[in-house]
């Protein structure tokens, strides 16, 4: 190893340390409450997990506390779509344009009638009936093994919070009605819309996001369990639409400052890619008023600007510059 590899300018843990300081001084925003099981969440606890493209991970704060996936499913089903039926067919059925509204927003192209693109909820309805259509009964199984591969280790649902949104999700079953009238979905949208709950409700932790953040990074392949969970040309595509669409309508401005491809979920995580070098996992739960966590935000567009994150960031030259930060000190 040569001195620049021995000796990095500022090491990951201190930049993880100081981010995760400033980061938990925002104390605004809301914990989700559109069904009485999140609105139960403790606002409190905030991590920020970093998991490297070589397989290492390093954490600080409240990285192993559970929570449900929610939106965050919507990137990694879209991943799976792709890989099932392929490009052509996904997108028949949904766009890959920002729609600049909502994530619940009942609102489609009016050109194409397909919704705008799969990380709201209408494209990921068309998304999960894509997976019924393939998989039948056993599409949740499928899911369930890989985000459990992606994540690196088994993961499960969380039985309350799947059924109160199956419960309560009305505004998600006006959307697959149109869906349907669209040509998007397939009757009975009841097995798509019950696939998409459960999606919804995985449990995860800050931990998890950043390994299965990884794997998307370092084409497909968990760089911790060493096995191949996504199709290459697959992450690609999922990457664009992550960078394009992943933080509902506060999208552009996350390309602008923050510049990492990403998506958020209303459980209070963030899931963030940098291609072919890290994985990213941020979980706190208070939403912004665009359903994004605040702290999660904040702590991305800090470390993004310490270590050079931002896809078209200057001073990164590519991986050689995020190595440095991952470099071991020199003992002794
Ligand atoms: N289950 C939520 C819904 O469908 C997921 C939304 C989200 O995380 N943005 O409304």
Not at 28 to 52: S, W
Not at 85 to 93: D, I, P, S, T, W
Not at 256 to 280: E, H, M
């Amino acid at each position: 190893m040569d001195d620049f590899e021995t000796m990095p300018v500022f090491g990951v843990d201190a930049i993880l340390r100081d981010v995760h300081a400033q980061a938990l001084g925002r104390e605004e925003g809301e914990v989700a409450d559109y069904i009485p099981e999140l609105a139960k969440a403790d606002p409190a606890p905030f991590g920020i997990a970093v998991a490297t493209s070589r397989g290492r991970l390093h954490e600080i704060g409240d990285t192993r506390i559970p929570f449900t996936i929610q939106s965050v499913s919507k990137a990694l089903t879209y991943c799976m779509a792709l890989e099932l039926v392929g490009r052509a067919e996904v997108l028949r059925r949904v766009g890959v344009e920002p729609s600049g509204d909502p994530f619940n927003a009942i609102e489609f192209d009016p050109l194409t009638r397909r919704p705008y693109n799969p990380m709201v909820n209408a494209g990921a309805i068309a998304i999960a009936g894509i997976l019924r259509d393939v998989h039948g009964d056993g599409a949740f199984g499928a899911v369930l093994t890989r985000f459990s591969e992606a994540a690196g280790r088994p993961l499960a649902m969380n039985e309350a919070v799947y059924s109160s949104e199956a419960a309560t999700g009305h505004r998600n079953r006006a959307i697959g009605h149109l869906l349907v009238g669209a040509g998007a979905l397939a009757e009975p949208m009841d097995s798509a819309l019950d696939l998409y709950f459960r999606q919804c409700s995985i449990e995860v932790t800050a931990a998890d996001l950043a390994v299965m953040g990884a794997t998307i990074a370092h084409l497909g392949d968990n760089p911790i369990t060493g096995r191949q969970v996504f199709d290459v040309a697959a992450v690609r595509d999922t990457q664009a639409v992550m960078f394009t669409c992943g933080m509902y309508d506060y999208s552009g401005n996350w390309a602008f400052d923050v510049g990492v491809p990403a998506k958020s979920g209303v459980g209070g995580g963030i899931l963030g890619v940098v291609n072919r070098q890290l994985g990213i996992g941020t979980y706190s739960p208070r939403l912004d008023r665009k359903g994004n966590s605040v702290r999660g935000v904040e702590a991305f567009r800090l470390l993004s600007a310490e270590m050079g994150l931002h896809s078209f960031d200057l001073t990164n030259p590519g991986s050689a510059f995020v190595d440095s930060f991952f470099a071991e000190m020199p003992r002794g």
